[in-house]
């Protein structure tokens, strides 16, 4: 186990994960190969006809239609998604996924409507802020009501990672305080060429999950911060401060516990205009507190005569949500399975917003989510000698909580869970030469996908703006965490028929225009040819690892490697 591994046990895995033993754990893993000559099952062929683009397409309209009002848990939106689902995969021939008998896992979640205030005082007076204009704040305490009156103490990055000699906090007590960070992971240059980044240092272009707004959170609470406070600045983060906004301004959902648990009382973002006021109130200047903050030497510094006041006051509601589970039985390795997941749920309906204000998230997810029922409709054709799950989780763009669930309370081990391949917004915009692997190198998996992408003429390359942290943001990470193997690959950029540079362009649109918007809807323009490509590749992939194929397995210096050969050994 690497120092790296051990600290992200402590704020990723179960406890129970860090107490397993290692002693035979390459041997485990090493020792689920079957047979010399992987391959699918020889009914692959069969099912990979069944992806077809016109059904995919009637899918997706049906899922992104207004009637369905955004796909929100909770909502009446979450209750026509399922029926939906069930009746989509039944007819596909697939069977209920939960061993109960049905087609749901129910996930019980506490919906949190915040209504905040937030100030800082200086000697001078206070300077109150506009919410979600200049801020949001939510409270995942699960109370009716927090406040936080405290000191601001800016932490940089706020990242304590050892195995690369970096601690923001230097011992610092900050129990009680307000905390200010910097996102994404520090930019070290690269001491032989300042133009680059140092690839010693946190991946280097790569966001590693120290990156994470999650991570930050996490770290914030384990030093008994009472408040974190992100600086939202739209390049490092990799979207646009509305994105957060129009998220974090809304109904938000956590898992649901009992009784009081340790945590932040307030976590939020600011602007990046916001964030230099408040620096200027401290009679400090954030890019010089910016370049500090890139130094092993910096400290966490106290912003001087400044206090934050913050207070939420939370609109609670229980909500028993569901991941939608179906699975296509194995034939000869009926206990051994190959997940594939998409998350059905979006950002629902916002009347504050201009026109309908429904946000109906056709490319995120509703492609994805269509996917996976063609996925299951091939399957269905093909008899897989392993039982292939296919899971739509609930309450994605809430943080994960619908596939980190069902990661700590499995229906099916994943001791015996030999991969996870996501999808998340498929391609709608026509077939490329080339296909991105969110994470490349981490895995074996990597190296199954391309030699199918290299079987349609296809090349896979590297996530092309890793400093993004994609591996870290959608619904493989949940299992990631607890040391199952994830794919999260993605349409290239090299469009057929299309001048160079096409690709980013429209990628970049995208972001722009609709990602997180009510304009994510079905377009004229679209040519789903891609998409079918990519999901016959989806499922090409998955045909193999349900066939006789070797289990895969993390490569060297992976950060969850440690985690699965501990639990693979502890069994």
């Known amino acids: 186990m690497t120092t790296r591994s051990n600290n992200l046990f402590k704020l990723c895995a179960s406890a129970a994960a860090?107490?397993?033993g290692a002693s035979c754990a390459s041997d485990a893993a090493s020792s689920r190969t079957v047979d010399s000559e992987p391959r699918a099952s020889a009914d692959?062929?069969?099912?990979?006809?069944?992806?077809?683009?016109?059904d995919l397409l009637r899918r997706v309209a049906v899922l992104a239609s207004d009637r369905f009002?955004?796909?929100?848990?909770?909502?009446?939106?979450e209750e026509l998604t399922v029926q939906h689902l069930i009746s989509e995969f039944t007819a596909a021939g697939a069977q209920p996924g939960n061993p109960d008998g049905t087609f749901v896992q129910r996930v019980p979640l506490v919906g949190f409507k915040a209504a905040a205030s937030a100030a800082w005082s200086t000697s001078r007076g206070e300077r109150e802020l506009r919410f979600p204009d200049d801020y949001v704040a939510v409270s995942r305490a699960q109370k009716p009501s927090v406040s936080v009156d405290a000191p601001l103490v800016f932490v940089g990055y706020g990242v304590e990672a050892p195995e690369f000699g970096w601690d923001d906090y230097k011992g610092v007590d900050v129990k009680g305080k307000v905390l200010v960070m910097l996102v994404n992971d520090p930019p070290i240059p690269d001491p032989a060429d300042p133009q680059k980044l140092d690839d010693k240092l946190f991946g280097g272009r790569a966001m590693t999950y120290y990156g994470r707004w999650t991570y930050k959170y996490e770290i914030a609470a384990a030093k008994g911060a009472a408040a974190a406070i992100l600086v939202h600045e739209t390049g490092p983060a990799g979207y646009p401060y509305e994105v957060v906004s129009g998220s974090w301004g809304r109904e938000n959902f956590d898992i649901a516990r009992t009784g009081d648990a340790p945590g932040l009382q307030v976590e939020g973002w600011v602007r990046e205009g916001?964030?230099?006021?408040?620096?200027?109130?401290?009679?400090?200047?954030f890019d010089d507190a910016k370049r500090a903050a890139l130094s092993r030497e910096f400290r966490p510094r106290e912003l001087s005569g400044v206090r934050a006041k913050l207070r939420v006051e939370n609109t609670l509601r229980q909500v028993e949500s569901r991941n939608v589970i179906a699975k296509i039985t194995g034939s000869k390795r009926p206990d051994e399975y190959v997940v594939y997941t998409a998350h059905w749920d979006h950002l629902g309906n916002d009347t504050s917003k201009p026109g309908d204000g429904i946000y109906n998230g056709a490319v995120d997810n509703a492609t994805g989510t269509s996917g996976l029922v063609e996925i299951a409709q091939a399957f269905a054709k093909s008899r897989p000698e392993r039982t292939v799950v296919l899971l739509a989780v609930t309450a994605e763009e809430k943080g994960l909580l619908g596939s980190k669930w069902y990661a700590a309370n499995p229906l099916y081990s994943l001791e015996k869970t030999l991969a996870v391949i996501n999808m998340d917004g498929l391609?709608?915009?026509?077939?490329?030469?080339?296909?991105?692997?969110?994470g490349m190198g981490n895995s074996s998996l990597h190296d199954v996908l391309a030699k199918h992408a290299q079987a349609q003429g296809r090349v896979v390359l590297p996530d092309d703006e890793p400093e993004k942290g994609f591996f870290y943001r959608s619904d493989h990470f949940s299992f990631a965490k607890f040391g199952v193997p994830g794919l999260h690959a993605g349409s290239g950029m090299d469009y057929l028929d299309r001048p160079a540079g096409w690709g980013q362009r429209v990628r970049d649109e995208y972001t722009a225009r609709d990602y997180h918007k009510p304009s994510d809807e079905i377009r004229a323009e679209w040519d789903l040819s891609g998409a079918v490509e990519d999901l016959r590749l989806f499922y090409r992939v998955g045909a193999e690892l349900a066939g006789s194929a070797p289990w895969p397995t993390w490569s060297a210096g992976a950060e969850f490697r440690a985690i699965r050969e501990q639990r693979l050994a502890a069994q």
């Open 18 to 20: 860090l107490t397993l």
């Open 44 to 54: 692959a062929s069969a099912g990979e006809s069944e992806i077809d683009a016109a």
């Open 69 to 77: 009002e955004g796909r929100a848990p909770g909502s009446q939106g």
């Open 274 to 285: 916001i964030a230099r006021e408040l620096f200027e109130a401290a009679g400090a200047n």
């Open 427 to 438: 391609n709608t915009w026509g077939r490329t030469r080339d296909v991105i692997s969110v």
